[in-house]
T-cell receptor, first 113, second 116 residues
Framework: KNQVEQSPQSLIILEGKNCTLQCNYTVSPFSNLRWYKQDTGRGPVSLTI?????NTKSNGRYTATLDADTKQSSLHITASQLSDSASYIC????????????FGTGTKLQVIP | DAMVIQNPRYQVTQFGKPVTLSCSQT?????MYWYQQKSSQAPKLLFHYYDKDFNNEADTPDNFQSRRPNTSFCFLDIRSPGLGDAAMYLC???????????????FGPGTRLTVT
């Protein structure tokens, strides 16, 4: 069964600090991995998308890494801001169809002043 | 600039009273999805349309129906809402033109449904 597990479940950090969120998956055959940011009461917004051949991708202060051998991904947030407070969801797609998508349950990040 | 639009953003309905949520897109994507997301949980796929072809998830209750009259619009109908149907409903789109392509899903802002 395809699964995506994220850790930690929740995280509180001080404004200006860095943090790293983890995503482990067992989706096979692997197609791509996406990180989304979901503000409370809003829809998810895409941060990065990586395929098998990519092992790092940046979007501003967000940097995602992918290790397809160990089936792990991380999302690193640099110099956090209060507006980074949100849930971060890891989503993994399997090959063979657009509909084969597995969502993680997310990491809830709170940035405090 | 909104690409996936959902209306209304907040909907309150009474137990058992039918309700319709709407989604429209300006991306001209051929695939549209409806997800249900409950508090602190991952979105759960209810069904999706590939062009006009409707695809229901096996565990989606019969209470949930969908219509897609054209490429731009998709509706979620809940025939007899129960208290357990209170959730955020997310619409998403993607483009899938040929096998092996990698396309992103674009989500709307969601509709928060409350059942009283």
């Amino acid at each position: 069964k395809n699964q995506v597990e994220q850790s930690p479940q929740s995280l509180i950090i001080l404004e200006g600090k860095n943090c790293t969120l983890q995503c482990n998956y067992t989706v096979s055959p692997f197609s791509n991995l996406r990180w989304y940011k979901q503000d409370t009461g809003r829809g998810p917004v895409s941060l990065t998308i990586m395929t098998f051949s990519e092992n790092t991708k940046s979007n501003g202060r967000y940097t995602a890494t992918l290790d397809a051998d160990t089936k792990q991904s991380s999302l690193h947030i640099t110099a956090s801001q209060l507006s980074d407070s949100a849930s971060y969801i890891c989503v993994v797609s399997a090959s063979g169809g657009y509909q084969k998508v597995t969502f993680g349950t997310g990491t809830k990040l709170q940035v405090i002043p | 600039d909104a690409m996936v639009i959902q209306n209304p953003r907040y909907q309150v309905t009474q137990f058992g009273k039918p309700v319709t949520l709407s989604c429209s897109q300006t991306l001209n994507h051929n695939v549209m999805y409806w997800y249900q997301q409950k508090s602190s949980q991952a979105p759960k796929l209810l069904f999706h349309y590939y062009d006009k072809d409707f695809n229901n998830e096996a565990d989606t209750p019969d209470n949930f129906q969908s219509r897609r009259p054209n490429t731009s619009f998709c509706f979620l109908d809940i025939r007899s809402p129960g208290l357990g149907d209170a959730a955020m409903y997310l619409c998403a789109t993607s483009r899938d033109d040929f096998p092996g392509a990698v396309y992103e899903q674009y989500f709307g802002p969601g509709t928060r449904l409350t059942v009283t």
